[in-house]
């Protein structure tokens, strides 16, 4: 998050950075505002902290908590059996979606939704398809001999 003017001129403060001017106009609202005089105050103790010389304690319990929290970390052993489980469980998804498909596919090839190469062909033999058409011949035959018109 980016510091907003207001943070940049207290922290220019602090650090001693500000004209005479400008700094005798801050030292003015200082006394003015107590929220600002509260966040100076504030970097002036992180100020004074980062120039100390003695180097920081930790708390008693540090050590403790992190060897705490590393012995609750998952060990070796742990993260490849859930490596093993994942891929695992991506082969038995790609296992299924596969099945899915041919599944599917089976499907619309039985109803007829597949192109199959075979509707353009007649499945009779020449005998059959000589009488069928002698048959309708001589419908269309009749159907002109007929006083009506075929009608």
Known sequence: MNPSEEELVAQRYVDGELPT????DFAARLLREPALRAEVAELEKIAHGMAADEPMTPPADFTLRVLNAARRLPGRDELEQADIAADAVRLCTRALIAAALILGLGFAWHAGLIYSGRAGTLEAAPA???REMDR????????????DGGK
């Open 136 to 147: 309708l011949d001589q419908l269309v035959m009749k159907s002109m001999e007929a006083p």
């Open 128 to 130: 059959e398809i000589e």
């Open 21 to 24: 001017a400008a700094a005798a």
